[in-house]
T-cell receptor, first 115, second 109 residues
Framework: DTEVTQTPKHLVMGMTNKKSLKCEQHMGHRAMYWYKQKAKKPPELMFVYSYEKLSINESVPSRFSPECPNSSLLNLHLHALQPEDSALYLC??????????????FGQGTRLTVV | GQSLEQPSEVTAVEGAIVQINCTYQTSGFYGLSWYQQHDGGAPTFLSY????GLEETGRFSSFLSRSDSYGYLLLQELQMKDSASYFC??????????FGSGTRLQVQP
């Protein structure tokens, strides 16, 4: 199983809503990532979890709150978002060692629209 | 900080060879990766170079020169399905992937 599964695939939410994005992998990867991607732009790193601990927060606004309940799951809790937060949110995972294999596996993303 | 530069667009015809260059500046460096992303899809891994030299995987090859902070992706025998965006990405000191701006490849008949 080399899949990263993200749900939901599409999400429309109002600026006062609270919603969560979910990500799951069963490859035994110990690093998991959230990226944000706007149209025709590269993925931008938001958060990195290493061994279920938050290791990188790229100065992301507090209206985005990540959570890693266990080594297979990653959530992104959303609250009071702005229309400019509309984007494709990508989850990825990779092995966490110094070996040659640093391939990151990406989920298909959640396309978020904030209205 | 990190910065990676790539050409924004490349156009080539079916069957041709195309090279996409990437120059980078980063603090700490573990390796250079290449990802392909079709419109509406997720990035998918193509190749990774940790050491200088050429890595070949089928029609795709990738090259790295650490001393020049430079790499390239070579695509041979281009097919229409290769039309996509291609990103170089560095695994840098913080152990996270940072992506270049991306190169949009258009393959024409």
């Amino acid at each position: 199983d080399t899949e990263v599964t993200q749900t939901p695939k599409h999400l429309v939410m109002g600026m006062t809503n609270k919603k969560s994005l979910k990500c799951e992998q069963h490859m035994g990867h110990r690093a998991m990532y959230w990226y944000k991607q706007k149209a025709k732009k590269p993925p931008e790193l938001m958060f990195v979890y290493s061994y279920e601990k938050l290791s990188i927060n790229e100065s992301v606004p507090s209206r985005f709150s990540p959570e890693c309940p266990n080594s297979s799951l990653l959530n992104l809790h959303l609250h009071a978002l702005q229309p400019e937060d509309s984007a494709l949110y990508l989850c990825a995972s990779s092995q966490r060692d110094r070996g040659r294999n640093t391939e990151a596996f990406f989920g298909q993303g959640t396309r978020l629209t904030v209205v | 900080g990190q910065s990676l530069e790539q050409p924004s667009e490349v156009t080539a015809v079916e069957g041709a060879i195309v090279q996409i260059n990437c120059t980078y500046q980063t603090s700490g460096f573990y390796g250079l990766s290449w990802y392909q992303q079709h419109d509406g899809g997720a990035p998918t891994f193509l190749s990774y170079n940790a050491l200088d030299g050429l890595e070949e995987t089928g029609r795709f090859s990738s090259f790295l020169s650490r001393s020049d902070s430079y790499g390239y992706l070579l695509l041979q025998e281009l097919q229409m399905k290769d039309s996509a965006s291609y990103f170089c990405a560095v695994m840098e000191g913080r152990r996270a992937l940072t992506f270049g701006s991306g190169t949009r490849l258009q393959v024409q008949p």
